[in-house]
């Protein structure tokens, strides 16, 4: 019993390798995109705080020439269990986006401590808008968004010894790209004109001028586009024109 307890642990704890890490970046093709002094960062801490970037537990982002090291709420929250010290929490939201006081309040409780840690988040101070003012896509989950920001910061004060000094979450920081997309509407092609269908006697006199190789009266259009290319023609009609067109 208490041995698989041991090797869940340790597979929950398992650490990544330098080279893992490099590789990672590679696969993200910002080995290149990086600095080596922001290379060696995110390496260093990635491996003091046993962050994984296979399970997503850190990410490195590049916008120009600033580099921002970012992890997930959920690390916070998974790092805060390992501790055994976490007793239950729970994060709300009150207020609204259209009165201007919506928040999200965090209360987690310890094992050991005998009150509540509360902490609040509000939304004004985080939402993160264009260069316009607009709301970012993202945001447009006000709720969703400032809980996890709540998340963020409370489990890291709180847990201070364990997630002290660990990334902030991209919901904390500024949003780097703030620049609205215009979207250029793409019009759709026009339907093409539905082709002839032409009595037996009008076909004859059609297949008559392919032969001839003779245009269309009043028009530069020939007999056999004619016929090809505007008339609904059968098989076999296909197949006697393309025969009478001459060569």
């Not at 990410?59 to 959920?74: L, M």
């Not at 929250?77 to 928040?103: F, H, M, P, Y």
């Not at 050991?112 to 945001?139: H, L, M």
């Not at 215009?182 to 004109?193: G, Q, S």
Request: glycine share 6%; proline share 4%; hydrophobic share 35%.
């Amino acid at each position: 019993m208490s041995t698989e307890i041991v090797k869940a642990t340790t597979a929950e704890v398992s650490t990544v390798t330098e080279q893992e890490l490099i590789g990672h970046l590679e696969n993200l093709g910002l080995v290149n995109k990086l600095t080596a002094g922001e290379k060696s960062t995110f390496i260093a801490i990635a491996k003091a705080f046993n962050l994984n970037p296979f399970k997503r537990e850190i990410h490195v982002s590049k916008y120009g020439d600033k580099a921002s090291i970012i992890t997930g709420y959920e690390v916070y929250i998974k790092r805060a269990e390992r501790t055994g010290l976490l007793d239950g929490w729970e994060c709300v939201t009150t207020g609204s986006v259209a009165q201007g006081n919506l928040k999200a309040t965090l209360t987690i409780y310890r094992k050991d401590r005998n009150r509540p840690f509360i902490w609040e988040a509000d939304y004004n101070e985080f939402v993160q808008k264009t260069s316009s003012g607009s709301v970012t896509q993202f945001w447009q989950k006000a709720s969703f968004m400032i809980k996890k920001v709540a998340i963020s910061q409370g489990f890291r004060l709180c847990f201070s010894d364990e997630l002290g000094g660990m990334p902030y979450t991209k919901e904390e920081m500024p949003e780097q790209s703030t620049e609205d997309v215009t979207y250029t509407p793409v019009e759709a092609p026009k339907p093409l004109p539905a082709k002839k269908k032409l009595t037996e006697a009008k076909y004859q006199q059609a297949l008559s001028g392919v032969k001839n190789g003779a245009m269309l009266p009043n028009s530069d259009v020939s007999f056999y586009t004619f016929l090809t290319k505007q008339c609904e023609l059968t098989p076999g009609q296909l197949d006697e024109v393309n025969a009478a067109h001459p060569l």
